[in-house]
């Protein structure tokens, strides 16, 4: 490997992991952005946040003042992304992370049924959101990443890796999220790296499809299903992974990792049959 590509990690400030970098996250109004938001800016980062509802817009801002530029805005759009990474850059003046996380569920939905007439008008709605607005956003941000030499940190799943925690859709666009982490991390080296965190069940409002008022952290049971089928026994909450972002969007902490996807998820892989 030559040397030219291999770049001294800038010298952090002590108060802080991220003291100085500049974040985008989308989706991060509630839940897991959020936590990301918030355990960002105590890093010592500004972030943009790409959100879909003026609350949102109001509540951050109130939080954290000059420290956060929300964005109102679709992930689904194109324009909303081109938007908000300009309105990151114009404000303070590059952008160092972009985080896609916003996402829909379809609460386990078995698929026979999904009526056929239903189905691609349902695949719409969620691979749009779930897969669409995370290539928007990278797309968004290219230019922005490649001046900073900087990184992406997708929010993945265990549904990335795992049946059973959701339906064929969500599972398949979860899944589908693998390839992109692999594919971007191979095209876009060496100048951003790619990687992603991997949540297992997270006290959230995870919302679903159009006209579906179910929430994730509603349902009854939900609490106890995961505690019982996760090793470590509890349901996380979104702060819970919240530092491995912050692990890889730090330059100091992981130069060298691209392609890499972190499972926070309470052990999954080692659950008993
Ligand atoms: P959440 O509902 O709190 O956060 C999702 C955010 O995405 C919300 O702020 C919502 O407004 C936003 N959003 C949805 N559609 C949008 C759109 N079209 N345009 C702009 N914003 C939109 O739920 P969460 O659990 O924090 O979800 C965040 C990510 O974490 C999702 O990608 C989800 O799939 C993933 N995830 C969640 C869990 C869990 O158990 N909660 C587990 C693994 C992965």
């Given amino acids: 490997m030559s040397e ?6 800038p010298r952090e400030a002590a108060n802080g992991r991220l003291a100085g970098q500049v974040a985008l996250v989308t989706g991060g109004g509630k839940g897991i952005g959020r936590a990301v938001v918030e355990r960002f800016i105590a890093e010592g980062a500004r972030v943009g946040v790409l959100v879909r509802s003026e609350t949102d817009v109001d509540n951050l801002r109130a939080a ?20 908000a990474v300009e309105t990151v850059v114009t404000t303070y003046g590059k952008l ?27 695949y719409r709605q969620l691979f749009d959101v779930n897969v669409l607005g995370y290539l928007l956003a990278v797309r968004a941000g290219l230019d922005a990443l490649r ?40 095209e876009l080296a060496p100048d951003i790296r ?19 008022e179910r929430q994730l952290a509603g349902l ?18 979104p702060e819970d992974h919240a530092g491995l972002y912050v692990t890889l969007a730090s330059r100091a902490e992981s130069g060298f990792v691209t392609a890499e996807i972190i499972r926070s998820d309470g052990g999954l892989e080692v659950r008993g049959g």
């Avoid at 069940?201 to 995870?206: D, F, K, Q, Y």
């Fill in 4 to 9: 030219t590509l291999r770049e001294t990690p």
């Fill in 64 to 83: 954290h003042g000059a420290s956060v530029c929300p964005v109102l805005g679709d992930v689904r759009d194109w324009e909303a992304n081109r938007q």
């Fill in 96 to 122: 160092d992370t972009l985080v896609p996380n916003a996402g829909v569920y379809d609460f386990g939905d078995r698929f026979e049924d999904i009526a056929g007439e239903d189905l691609a008008q349902r």
């Fill in 147 to 186: 001046e900073t030499r900087g990184s992406i940190v997708f929010t993945l799943s265990s549904s990335s890796f795992f049946s059973g925690g959701g339906g064929t859709l969500y599972v398949g666009s979860k899944h589908g999220l693998v390839g992109v982490v692999r594919q971007l991390a191979f």
């Fill in 194 to 212: 790619v990687n992603a965190v991997a949540p297992g069940g997270t006290r959230t409002n995870l919302g679903g499809l159009p006209g579906d």
């Fill in 220 to 237: 009854d049971g939900f609490d106890a299903m995961v505690a019982k089928t996760v090793p470590l026994g509890f349901l996380s909450e």
